[in-house]
């Protein structure tokens, strides 16, 4: 039986690198530090700290990428570029929205 689309979108995301031996313990940390991430990223963009949620935003779009979740990265990307080019805030919260729900479903 399928889920539906909303279901489907909330499944675990596991790293590409799932199951490599060699990186299995950083990759767990860092979907431990997730929460942490995500409160910083969280915090800034309350506090209209546009500098600091891009650098935040930055970072998790190298980190995520280089753990094996792309997805997370591409959407970092894109809150960092909303910021960096002066978006609106309702586009910047919208993509900090999707960025949140996706790190939440990281997993190991």
Known sequence: MQGTLAELDR???YSTLAGDPD???IVTLFVEEMPARVEGILQNLDRR???MLRRLAHQLKGS???YGFES???VAARVETAVYQSLPEEVIQNTV???VELCGRATV
């Open 97 to 99: 929205e999707e960025l």
């Open 23 to 25: 990186l299995d313990e």
């Open 64 to 66: 995520a990428g280089g």
């Open 11 to 13: 499944k675990p995301l």
């Open 49 to 51: 700290n546009w500098e």
């Open 72 to 74: 997370i990265s591409k």
